[in-house]
């Protein structure tokens, strides 16, 4: 038993050495309790809850970004083909115009209801099941997105954490650890969780991932 856990902690700490950057960090997000990065962390979660590769994804919301749709206020007030253009050249084709679409569908409602700040948003709900429907009211933003979004989030949403999610718990098993979140954590050795759980979705998604951590190499100490 000592030697398998001992093996877990291993296992783990490459897994965050090699892959524990946040998707926010990725895109160039400086997460803070902020108007401007929560809501670019929104346009991510949209983004990579499609059936796309992570790196389109990422690579998408940096080109809007990049072309100033930092806040809802840009993102509605760009038009279609300006945000389809930016999306594009993200090598987010496949979903480029709906996406478009529910970007700026997903804007005007953040501005409607919560004047472009989604701390209104969090206060509105008052437990995690509100949280994650209010979410789901975002356009383009399902069960998937929501949870991308608060295992990022959690990083400055302290009260939504410690939280790893399902894609995490999948990741986990194919590494062959616990699929436990209480156990991973512990395991993890006050790892941040959100590093924790990017690592852990990034091992559900590519293979390669679990493939370069779970040889006989690994050290059990």
Known sequence: MADRRGRHRAVLRALLDAHGRTYAEEAGIRLRDTPQPLYQLLVLSVLLSARIRSAAAVGAARELFDAGLRDPRRMAGATWQQRVDALGRGGYRRYDESTSTRLGDGAELILREYGGDLRRLRDAADNDAA????????????????????????????????????KALQGAHRLGLPDDEEELLRLAENADPAALSAALVRAALDKSVADELTGDDLSSG
Do not use: K
Not at 140 to 166: H, M, N, S
């Open 131 to 166: 949280l994650r429907r209010l979410l789901q009211t975002v356009p383009g933003l399902g069960p998937t997105g929501a949870d991308i979004f608060l295992r990022e989030v959690q990083r400055v949403w302290p009260e939504v954490a410690p939280r790893l999610g399902d």
